[in-house]
């Protein structure tokens, strides 16, 4: 019988057994570039593996356990986390957000040298990027949220709503700038701010949707005093929504009306919108950007130029915008020849840290060569705005009414009476160095034992008048209840009168 011819057989004769090794390998080779060249044409429509998607997925979780580990370990150590600016952002992907340039799909985490840790997790090319980035500095903590947001003021929640294998995330903020105060912060209704599959699965439906970013700040904490409403709540909301140009709507937690109608003129100013009493809501409302809470600077009344692109010398320059303020500039008497008087504004009070011989003042400064008014500055921010922007100094006692100073116009004088109690640190802080960013001139007066009412209620060798720091020691409500809730200022007119004889020194420069 013949033998089988086969194509197994044909090679076997037509090459030698070293040929054919050389072949095998030849076509092996040629195998390996025509699936490499495969690869390339094809790599833009494939998208990861989802074992690899799941494997990043886990990577992404571990490490932001071990971050939050260790933040929560620092807290406990008594670390203070808060001297250098902690942020955690996580990234993910969704086609309905933002177009992003393509990329590695591998999970990165990177920590910068300033402290800021970010978490990245970027899925396949020509996707649109979804950002959660929460901020915890020193007298704030915020969160920015890029993406399918969703919020809901039932339960006081923000959804970012992810449907990726991304890992879930979640904090709770109370978004009022002064973080740490447990005292404010007893009036502060908390955020949970939550995202990932987690939220995807949990997050409402949608019953109304804005076109523009919103904001969520609460107006509870301190509200109501007059230094707190500027430096933890104005200044700071200014910080955090002045970029977006009155495109911003405005989300109010723990809404006071009366906070909302004393500063109308700065709102209406910020946003264009009419604001929202988000706790009241019973819509859930959504967005595709969205900070909670407000960025502010750890210093009272200050914003730093280097981290910020405005600056206080902006910030009053839009107050007088909102109030349409005419005087920009204090008096020069250089220039002035004496036909004009400058215009003195004494603060009075009325329940504590009054003066007492006001008259007695306002002659003697009248004779000094003044025009003088004196007033008692109330929640009418646009008639005190306009009182104040009109004079060339300021003085009154320690305490909030002094905060109306940013009207003052530029290079006019701040004249800080200090009661006895151990005050100077609180009165530098406060008003002393914030006045300097304001381009403001300022004087210090610093009252003696004898000016003080406090000599009528304690005798001579008593604590309160001879060792405040003892009083202090005992704690901070001790020390408000006696140095400023019982304290008046009786002012030595004579020896007074060298500290406004040195304000018209300073109006003549």
Request: charged share 25%.
């Amino acid at each position: 019988m013949g033998e089988k011819i086969t194509y197994e057989t044909i090679f076997a004769r037509s090459f030698s057994r070293y040929d054919q090794k050389k072949l095998g390998y030849g076509a092996f080779l040629g195998c390996l570039l025509i699936a490499l060249s495969f690869c390339i044409v094809f790599k833009p429509y494939l998208g990861p593996l989802p074992v690899l998607n799941m494997r990043m997925s886990m990577d992404v979780g571990l490490n932001m356990l071990r971050i939050m580990d260790s933040f929560s370990s620092e807290k406990l150590r008594g670390g203070d986390i808060s001297s250098s600016m902690t942020t955690i952002v996580t990234e993910t992907s969704s086609s309905e957000i933002e177009m992003v340039e393509e990329s590695d799909t591998t999970g990165t985490n990177e920590t910068i040298s300033n402290g800021t840790t970010v978490i990245n997790n970027k899925n396949s090319s020509q996707q649109k990027e979804m950002k959660t980035v929460y901020h915890v500095e020193e007298s704030t903590e915020f969160c920015e949220m890029n993406g399918d947001i969703r919020v809901d003021g039932k339960s006081s929640t923000v959804f970012m709503a992810v449907d990726t294998m991304v890992a879930n995330s979640s904090w709770v903020i109370g978004p009022y700038a002064r973080r740490g105060d447990e005292e404010a912060f007893k009036r502060i209704t908390k955020w949970s701010i939550k995202s990932g599959v987690d939220a995807y699965e949990e997050a409402p439906q949608c019953d109304q949707r804005h076109n523009v970013p919103a904001i969520i700040f609460s107006t509870g904490g301190y509200a109501g005093n007059n230094f707190h409403d500027y430096t933890d709540i104005v200044l700071p909301l200014y910080l955090t929504s002045r970029q977006f140009d009155g495109e911003v709507k405005f989300l109010i937690t723990d809404k006071n009306p009366w906070w909302i109608e004393k500063f109308r003129n700065i709102l209406q100013k910020l946003s264009r919108y009419e604001l929202v009493d988000i706790d009241k809501e019973v819509n859930v409302h959504c967005f595709t950007s969205v900070i909670v809470g407000l960025k502010r600077y750890p210093k009272e009344l200050k914003i730093d130029p280097s981290k910020s692109p405005y600056s206080m010398k902006e910030f009053r320059q839009f107050l007088r915008s909102a109030y349409s303020l005419k005087k920009e500039n204090a008096i020069n008497m250089k220039d002035n020849g004496g036909k004009k008087r400058p215009r003195l504004l004494i603060v009075s009070r009325k329940s504590t840290r009054a003066f007492t011989n006001t008259n007695a003042i306002s002659g003697m400064a009248t004779r000094l060569g003044y025009e003088v008014v004196v007033t008692e500055v109330d929640s009418h921010v646009a008639r005190v705005a306009e009182m104040v922007n009109s004079c060339d100094v300021m003085m009154g006692v320690h305490g909030a009414g002094l905060t109306n100073m940013v009207f003052l116009p530029e290079n006019a004088i701040l004249i800080q009476v200090i009661p006895i109690g151990g005050f100077e640190w609180l009165a530098k802080t406060d008003f002393g160095e914030p006045s300097k960013d304001m381009n403001l001139r300022y004087i210090g007066y610093k009252i003696k034992t004898e000016e003080s009412s406090l000599i009528q209620q304690y005798p001579p060798d008593h604590e309160v008048l001879n060792d405040p720091y003892a009083v202090q020691k005992r704690g901070w409500y001790e020390f408000k209840s006696i140095y400023l809730q019982k304290q008046n200022v009786n002012l030595d007119v004579d020896r007074f009168r060298a500290t406004l004889l040195r304000a018209l020194e300073l109006l003549h420069q």
